[in-house]
């Protein structure tokens, strides 16, 4: 028992001085820059808007005005050589511009014809206060300056993480068009 606790000590003394008996060995400690290649992400797709159309409709009438018949005095040309008519102050209405609008036809009687006929004869309103356009417009401002500072918050760090000092691309907003 006393050799197994004299083995013991002594390799738990060999153990513990580790390396020491050897001798120590001057470690030198030199600093220089790794280059890590960072994963750059591929940037989102850019944005594709479509603009809504608005109607802002009225109960003012609208002017059917006369077709032009009466001549000038003197009489007046156009650059082509077409005579100039203007139009008389009172005449039937099967002689004006838009004989099928009745009289005392409004803007939101036009409107109306002209949803029925795009909709299939069907109806349908969303409205909003002047009130709440006012702040719908003022959060899509806000929504776009939010976007736009996360683009550029992405782009400064892309350009920071780029390799040999290369600049990175943005990513735009294209806005499109719907022409019906």
Same mark, same amino acid.
């Given at each position: 028992?006393?050799?197994?606790?004299?083995?013991?000590?002594?390799?738990?003394?060999?153990?513990?001085?580790?390396?020491?008996?050897?001798?120590?060995?001057?470690?030198?400690?030199?600093?220089?820059?790794?280059?890590?290649?960072?994963?750059?992400?591929?940037?989102?797709?850019?944005?594709?808007?479509?603009?809504?159309?608005?109607?802002?409709?009225?109960?003012?009438?609208?002017?059917?005005?006369?077709?032009?018949?009466?001549?000038?005095? $003197?009489?007046?040309?156009?650059?082509? %050589? #077409?005579?100039?008519? +203007?139009?008389? @102050? !009172?005449?039937?209405?099967?002689?004006?511009?838009?004989?099928?609008?009745?009289?005392?036809?409004?803007?939101?009687?036009?409107?109306?014809?002209?949803?029925?006929?795009?909709?299939?004869?069907?109806?349908?309103?969303?409205?909003?206060?002047?009130?709440?356009?006012?702040?719908?417009?003022?959060?899509?401002?806000?929504?776009?300056?939010?976007?736009?500072?996360?683009?550029?918050?992405?782009?400064?760090?892309?350009?920071?993480?780029? $390799?040999?000092?290369?600049?990175?691309? %943005? #990513?735009?907003?294209? +806005?499109?068009? @719907? !022409?019906?």
């Amino acid at each position: 028992m006393t050799q197994k606790n004299f083995l013991i000590l002594t390799c738990l003394t060999l153990l513990i001085s580790g390396c020491s008996i050897l001798g120590t060995k001057k470690v030198e400690v030199v600093s220089k820059p790794i280059e890590i290649d960072i994963m750059q992400p591929a940037l989102p797709r850019p944005l594709e808007l479509t603009a809504p159309k608005w109607f802002v409709v009225s109960e003012a009438k609208i002017v059917n005005p006369c077709k032009k018949s009466l001549s000038f005095e $003197p009489k007046r040309y156009d650059e082509n %050589g #077409v005579e100039q008519l +203007k139009r008389p @102050k !009172t005449c039937e209405l099967d002689e004006r511009e838009n004989p099928d609008w009745p009289e005392g036809y409004t803007y939101f009687d036009q409107f109306l014809d002209e949803m029925k006929r795009v909709n299939n004869g069907e109806i349908l309103f969303v409205a909003t206060t002047i009130g709440d356009y006012k702040v719908m417009a003022e959060d899509m401002q806000e929504l776009k300056r939010y976007i736009n500072q996360l683009g550029e918050v992405v782009i400064y760090y892309r350009n920071v993480t780029m $390799p040999n000092g290369e600049k990175g691309l %943005g #990513v735009g907003v294209k +806005k499109n068009d @719907k !022409t019906d």
